[in-house]
């Protein structure tokens, strides 16, 4: 499986962004994975944002980005995608997105996933 993310840049405070996460696959059925989006800041660890399931399409977020930050999914183009709006110099990190083979009830721990993008960054400037 593989995961490609892409729509990182930088950007001025205040602003927005949308990320993209393409995933592909022999044999992978992308409907039957939950994807999630962390990101990690130098020096800090890799923080859990948002996450939407397979099923049925439910999504979950961090408390710290809630009503900033939206998640999505297109089955049909194996994309999931994070609407960033009102970016702070605080969300600078590298963004990366990993799926999840199962149901999804709450936002997992990174070392649940089990397949990761390779991170696309995302800078904001005061």
């Known amino acids: 499986v593989q995961l490609v993310e892409s729509g990182g840049g930088l950007v001025q405070a205040g602003g927005s962004l949308r990320l993209s996460c393409a995933a592909s696959?022999?044999?992978?059925?992308?409907?039957?994975?939950?994807i999630g989006w962390f990101r990690q800041a130098p020096g800090k660890e890799r923080e859990g944002l948002a996450c939407?399931?397979?099923?049925?399409?439910?999504?979950y977020y961090a408390d710290s980005v809630k009503g900033r930050l939206t998640i999505s999914r297109d089955n049909a183009k194996n994309t999931v995608y994070l609407q960033m709006n009102s970016l702070k110099p605080e969300d600078t990190a590298v963004y990366s997105c990993?799926?999840?083979?199962?149901?999804?009830?709450?936002?997992?721990?990174?070392?649940?996933?089990?397949?990761w993008g390779q991170g696309s960054q995302v800078t904001v400037s005061s």
């Open positions: 696959g022999i044999g992978f059925t992308f409907d039957d994975y939950a």
């Open positions: 990993a799926a999840f083979r199962g149901r999804l009830f709450a936002m997992l721990p990174d070392y649940e996933w089990d397949y």
């Open positions: 939407i399931s397979s099923s049925d399409g439910s999504t």
